[in-house]
């Protein structure tokens, strides 16, 4: 089973204030393994990064000046999520930017029926306590030291591992996948050979064998 992990980056919290996407960072999981099909773009957001948002991630007006717009985009992104579940934390918050800039553009929002959101998994799991990612991360022993400043794709490694423990599966630490074709004949071969193989006698074990028959013929009782 394919899913996507998400995450996005923004020039500030409200929608309704006009905060639009900077940056959106998706990583493609089959069966809970990470694939090498990533999607990860900065975006041109047309207005002022606000300065609580540039406290969090960094991202400058001139750093995202040059960048391509969400509508150029788009279609690319699109493709890469069709018919995979997303899976967000805090997803209310991310569906908000991204539905924005899809009606913006006169696209189909992305329906909530289709995400799996484990800021929701965590509530349930630990009521009461701390659920953010990093609370998270610290919770099952993920390695994070290297989100000093949040960024989409490196949110979308940790929120991987954070997935993985939250719904109870051992975490992937190799691509474990089917053996080919080629590795299963390989293998047949091997016991086809193996149960063929008849080691030969040498002439000096066939006469020790015969003095070891003789022998014993002679402690026969019957004899």
């Avoid at 004949?185 to 008849?198: A, E, G, M, Q, R």
Wanted: charged share 35%; glycine share 2%.
């Amino acid at each position: 089973m394919k899913e996507i992990v998400l995450d996005t980056e923004t020039t500030g919290l409200s929608v309704q204030e006009g905060h639009k996407i900077v940056e959106i960072g998706c990583i493609e999981l089959n069966d809970l393994v990470p694939t090498t099909n990533i999607f990860h773009c900065y975006l041109n957001p047309q207005r002022k990064v606000s300065k609580d948002a540039l406290e969090v991630h960094g991202y400058t007006d001139e750093f995202l000046s040059n960048k391509k717009k969400f509508y150029e985009i788009v279609d690319e992104f699109l493709e890469f999520i069709k018919d995979k579940k997303l899976i967000i934390h805090n997803a209310d918050f991310d569906l908000a930017h991204l539905n924005n800039e899809l009606q913006l553009i006169g696209k189909k929002k992305i329906e909530k029926v289709n995400v799996i959101d484990t800021l929701d998994i965590a509530r349930d799991k630990f009521p009461g306590l701390s659920i953010s990612l990093d609370a998270l991360c610290k919770r099952y022993r993920i390695d994070n030291s290297k989100r000093e400043k949040h960024n989409a794709l490196v949110d979308c490694e940790l929120l991987t591992k954070v997935y993985i423990n939250l719904i109870d599966q051992k975490e992937p630490t190799l691509n474990f996948q089917k053996k080919t074709e080629e590795n299963l004949i390989k293998d047949k071969n091997i016991l086809k050979n193996y149960s063929k193989k008849i080691v030969e006698p040498n002439i000096e074990e066939l006469e020790l064998h015969k003095k070891y028959l003789k022998n014993s013929l002679k402690k026969n009782f019957f004899n």
